[in-house]
Each structure stands twice: as structure tokens, then as C-alpha cells.
């Protein structure tokens, strides 16, 4: 489980394969430079957007989920690349979105949310035009903004509301909560705000347009809104409320002051923010500070009265530029000092510490598990037990291996929260009961292995148990990890990617271009896809021999023939030289003796030879 990839560094990856990288790079340096664009779609429609459009959608879990036409990844899988290519070219041609299917997805607290699902094919189509134009809205993207940004996430929300109430000292959060935000984003005002970004290529335009009001089933042509679920939804969201960011911003980071002040300039380039804070604060103006990731976001302000007014400002401002309506109920102010505050799943408030070096008192932040997810995690757990009992398939260990993946993923994310250890201690009383009166856990033995994934952080909890033979994650082990503000570098800029992401440096560039561009004619757009996978991962050498590989002379193999049922997939296929192939392949006597002396192969590279054989359901090779 410690080997899952990260899909935003992986996109970056992806990005590489198929030299797609300097064309956003080039996008988002003009777009800072407040170039406009007016041909995008030129971009949009380029075969290495297209073929990494495919690339970034196919291992989404949703790709595997139908559209209205009962179509899903598979349908574009089979496809070869030029047919997948003009496809996406003939849907734009004259774009016409196919129906959205809708989908209610039950919430917690028992109600439900709706999520409208475009078919794959329009799925592909709204990839390709993400990808063009996420770069140019990054470059204006306000900073603090995390929801569904490259490399951003919760946590780093989380980190700078906690630098906010404590370094900061901002003890008054204003919590705002909005109306069905993405059922009420009003469409002509979304499409001037991109035109506003800078992209003002008219047929892009008239596409997102007709994207907006794609007819949902059962209930007819949307005239406001983004349906949740559409690949391109959370960028459109983000530029939505990107104008009220910025608003935020003007009202006091990059308020002009006429108190003098002086800048420095940071080691690593950055300009020093400290002088012309401490001129501002000689002011009146309201000291505010925003937090946002996605519709969920939260004010800090310094007193209660600045509180007040930016949160009647912002309602007046919400309803009259962005036509969107905040919840009576949900959005108030809070003193931190002395209530919660919740965000993203964690509530926070402060304590006092200690005086600080100027006899004033010193605020910590305390957090929590929300209550709200802590009842969830509760419920979860229980109903989790109850898979366990019986699992499905009398596969118990199988399980075991999902129950402990969801404990660990929540063990990820509350380890944010300052006081998870007495959370999850609670957590795991609650729910002593009916792990313990339902499962036959047993204490670990001296002969019990524990998988590499647990070692580091759970091999030496004495709550560790073992079920069908399998160990268990403990519950209530979890230690309180400190997060870090986002350091505000670019995926779109070289020397910044740099520092978060070594390039793909494993194979000649040149080769694995010549591989993107030369698919094998013939073959799908998923075994074409997986074939330059395997030649980075496998080092650009042989699978069987360790040998460099000369892409004229490379075969890709499947494991298991198509005839028997074998698929395109990654996991089987494999990179071997041309004479290797015709070795795996070969049934006549005289043709395995000339190969096998021609080549001189290892016992070990024969051993090889004949695991692909048994594969293949041929005889092995005698030695």
C-alpha cells in the first residue's frame, strides 16, 4: 500500500511521455505575462493532447462507470490511436454533448448529492480541454486556493488555516457556507470570467458553453450550474470563485498603504511580505485572510468587528457579482478562543500556551476529528466488521487488505489533526465491541510476518492483531503529524518541477518520442499506451536478457495470448527482444535449438523464457 502512486505527480510523468509539458509551460508563462489566447483549440485537438488525455482517464476509477450510452474506458481502450485521435476531432468538429447521466450519492448525514456522469467519450473530450486550459488559469489563480490543483491538497488548507490562527494570531474565523454552489453557478457569468482569464478563443468557448447546458436524463437542459462529476467541473468551479479570491486579496494583502515601508528579497527569490503587513496595520482598513479549497472556504480576521463586516461584505458581494446565496445556518462567526471551527473534515480552535517574549499571551492550535466525521468513521468501521465476519468469496485475507486500507487512508488524513491520538482512541472503544464480539482476532506470534507497508509505523503497536492469519491495522494507532504550508512552487515552471519531481530520466528521450509517435499499427490505443509504460519502467532493456532494448528490434509480448482470453493491459505485457519473442513462440524442435544456441542464454534468462511459455500455455524448454 506504501507504493500507491501519487496521481498528481504521476500526471506530471504523463505530461513527459508524450512531450506535452512545454506546451502548458508555454501557456502558463504568457498567461502570467497576461498574453491572450485565441487559438486553443489547434492545441486541444494535437495528437499528444489527445493520446494523454487517454493516458490520464484510463486508471480513474470512474472511467470503469457508464455513461448514458453504456459505454466506459473499454469502449476507447479497443480503439486504435488514430481512430481515438479522430474521434475527439469529429466530436469538435461540431461539438454536441450526449445526455449526462445523474446519479444520487448518498451523504452521511442521510441525504444525498447529485452527480451527473457525461459518457466517456465526452469524459475524453472535457480531458483534452482541461489540460489545455488549467495552465493559463493557473498562472491566475489566487495562491491559497487548493481544491483540485496541481499538486495542492487538504492538507495544505489545513496547514495555512493553522498558520492563520496560530503565527498569525487571527482568532475570528468566518465560516461560509454557499447554497448548492455547484448547482447555481450561473453560466454567462462563468464564460465572461474565462474570457476575462484571457481565453478568448470563440469556439473553445462556444464548446463549454454547450458542455453547461448538456441535457441531464430524467430531467432536461440545465440553465445554471456544473453537474458534479464532469472531468472538467472543478476547474470551472475554481475560476467561478477565483474572482472573489481576488477580491478577498484587495480588501488587505495588496491594499496600497502611504506608510513607507521596505522589501527585502528572500535567498530563494521571494520577496519579504513582513514590512508592508506592519504599514497596513497602521491602518484601519480590515485585516482578512482567505482559505479555500473548492466551495469550502474560511475567513480569518484580528477582532470580532472586522469579522462582521467582511462577513455582511461578503454576502452582499457573493449575491450581487456571482448571483450565489450562503446558508443562514451554516455560515457564522467564530471566536476561536472559545468554539470550533470546522474545515475539511478537522474542527480547530486555540488555547493559551505561555507569554511570549513581549509579555503577551501565546495561542497554540487545538484539533480535532469534526464530529461529523467522527461518526462516519464509527459507522464505517462497524459496517466494515460485518464484511469481515463474512467476507465475500470465503476470502478472508481479502478482506482484511480493505479494512485495513480504509484505516490507513484515515489514518492519513486525521494525522493533521493535533489531538488524533485521543480521537482515534475513542474510535477504537466505540468500536472495540464489535470488532471483538464479531471477529476471532489473535495476538501476533513469533512466526507472523508483517508487510513492508505497516513496518515503519505499526510493526511495534502492541494493538496490532492478526485475523485469517492476516494482520489488522490497530484503530486507535495513530500519531499527530505536523503539515506544512504549500511551498507555492509551479508544476508549469521547469526550475520549480525540479525541486517536485525528477524527470523521467530512465530511457533516451528521443526513444521514448519516437515510440509516442509511431504507435504499432494495428494494435489498440491501450496496448500503444501501455508499451511506452513498459519501456520506462522496464529501463528501456529486456525483460528476459537485461539487455538495452533497439526499438526497431523490440517485440511486445502478452502473457497470456489474446486467443486465451489475455487483455491490453499493463500487467500483461512485457518488453522483449525480436529473437526472444520467436523463442517464447516457437513449437518446432530444430526452430528452439537454433534459437536457444544463437542466442547463448543464461540458465536464469532460459528460466525466464520459460515462465512466458508456461504462460502461453506452451512447453517448457528443456536444459
Known amino acids: 500500500m506504501s507504493n500507491f502512486k501519487n496521481p498528481k505527480r504521476q500526471k506530471l510523468r504523463n505530461n513527459e511521455y508524450y512531450d506535452f509539458q512545454k506546451v502548458q509551460d508555454d501557456l502558463y508563462a504568457k498567461s502570467q505575462n497576461g ?17 494523454l488525455a487517454y493516458r490520464n482517464i484510463k486508471r480513474n476509477t470512474g472511467s470503469n462507470t457508464k455513461g448514458t450510452d453504456g459505454k466506459t474506458i473499454a469502449s476507447l481502450a479497443r480503439l486504435e490511436p488514430k481512430d481515438l485521435i479522430a474521434l475527439v476531432r469529429r466530436k469538435l468538429g461540431n461539438y454536441q454533448p450526449q445526455k449526462v447521466r445523474r446519479v444520487e450519492i448518498p451523504k452521511p448525514d442521510g441525504k444525498t448529492r447529485p452527480l451527473g456522469i457525461p459518457t466517456i467519450s465526452d469524459r475524453l473530450v472535457q480531458q483534452c480541454i482541461l489540460q489545455v486550459m488549467e495552465p493559463i488559469c493557473e498562472a491566475k489563480f489566487y495562491k491559497h486556493s487548493y481544491g483540485f490543483r496541481p499538486l495542492r491538497g487538504t492538507k495544505h488548507a489545513i496547514a495555512r488555516a493553522y498558520f492563520l490562527a496560530q503565527r498569525a494570531n487571527l482568532h475570528y474565523a ?36 454547450k458542455l453547461l447546458k448538456a441535457e441531464i436524463e430524467g430531467i432536461g437542459i440545465p440553465t445554471k450550474g456544473t453537474p458534479q462529476g464532469g472531468i472538467i467541473s472543478p476547474l470551472l468551479a475554481n475560476i467561478a470563485l477565483n474572482e472573489y479570491d481576488h477580491w478577498i486579496k484587495s480588501q488587505w494583502e495588496e491594499m496600497k498603504t502611504e506608510h513607507q515601508y521596505y522589501q527585502s528579497v528572500r535567498k530563494n527569490g521571494t520577496i519579504t511580505n513582513g514590512e508592508r503587513i506592519r504599514a497596513l496595520k ?28 467582511i462577513f455582511e461584505a461578503t454576502k452582499k458581494w457573493l449575491k450581487e457579482r456571482l448571483k450565489l446565496e450562503i446558508s443562514p445556518e451554516k455560515s457564522k462567526i467564530v471566536n476561536l478562543r472559545k468554539n470550533y471551527s470546522d474545515f475539511l473534515g478537522i474542527k480547530l480552535k486555540v488555547a493559551k500556551k505561555r507569554k511570549d517574549r513581549h509579555n503577551k499571551d501565546k495561542f497554540v492550535v487545538q484539533s480535532h476529528v469534526g464530529n461529523k466525521a467522527f461518526q462516519t468513521i464509527v459507522t464505517t468501521i462497524r459496517r466494515q466488521a460485518k464484511k469481515l465476519q463474512k467476507p465475500k468469496d470465503n476470502n478472508g485475507a481479502k478482506a482484511v487488505n480493505a479494512f485495513n486500507s480504509y484505516i490507513l487512508g484515515i489514518h492519513n488524513y486525521y494525522s493533521c489533526a493535533t489531538n488524533c491520538n485521543l480521537d482515534f482512541a475513542k474510535i477504537a472503544f466505540v468500536t472495540r465491541s464489535t470488532l471483538k464480539n464479531r471477529l476471532p482476532l489473535r495476538k501476533k506470534k513469533e512466526t507472523d510476518k508483517i508487510p513492508k507497508y505497516m513496518e515503519k509505523s505499526y510493526e511495534n503497536s502492541k494493538q496490532l492483531r492478526f485475523l485469517y492469519d492476516t494482520p489488522i491495522l490497530p484503530i486507535g494507532y495513530i500519531q499527530h503529524q505536523k503539515q506544512m504550508n504549500f511551498s507555492q512552487k509551479s508544476t508549469y515552471i521547469a526550475k520549480d518541477r525540479k525541486e517536485i519531481h525528477q524527470s523521467q530520466k530512465a530511457v533516451s528521450t528521443s526513444e521514448l518520442r519516437y515510440l509516442v509517435e509511431n504507435p504499432i499499427q494495428g494494435q489498440s490505443a491501450e496496448y500503444n499506451d501501455n508499451r511506452v509504460s513498459l519501456f520506462v519502467g522496464q529501463y528501456g532493456k529486456c525483460y528476459v536478457t537485461g539487455k538495452p532494448l533497439n526499438i526497431n528490434e523490440m517485440h511486445c509480448h502478452h502473457k497470456k495470448p489474446r486467443a486465451l482470453g489475455g487483455t491490453d493491459e499493463y500487467k500483461n505485457l512485457v518488453l522483449i527482444e525480436e529473437n526472444i519473442h520467436r523463442l517464447v513462440h516457437s513449437t518446432k524442435i530444430e526452430t528452439i535449438k537454433e534459437y536457444v544456441t544463437k542466442l547463448g542464454l543464461s540458465t536464469k534468462e532460459l528460466e525466464k523464457v520459460n515462465k512466458l511459455r508456461k504462460q502461453a500455455n506452451l512447453q517448457e524448454i528443456c536444459f
Open 282 to 309: 497602521k491602518t484601519k482598513l480590515k485585516e482578512v485572510y482567505i482559505v479555500r479549497y473548492a466551495d469550502d472556504f474560511k475567513l480569518f480576521c484580528r477582532n470580532h468587528s472586522d469579522a462582521v463586516k
Open 174 to 209: 468566518v465560516d461560509v457556507d454557499i447554497k448548492g454552489f455547484f448547482d447555481n453557478i450561473d453560466h454567462g457569468k462563468l464564460l465572461k470570467q474565462i474570457w476575462t482569464l484571457g481565453i478568448r478563443d470563440k469556439s473553445l468557448l462556444t464548446v463549454i458553453s
Open 35 to 51: 498574453q491572450m489566447f485565441n487559438d486553443l483549440m489547434s492545441k486541444i485537438i494535437s495528437e499528444a493532447n489527445i493520446l
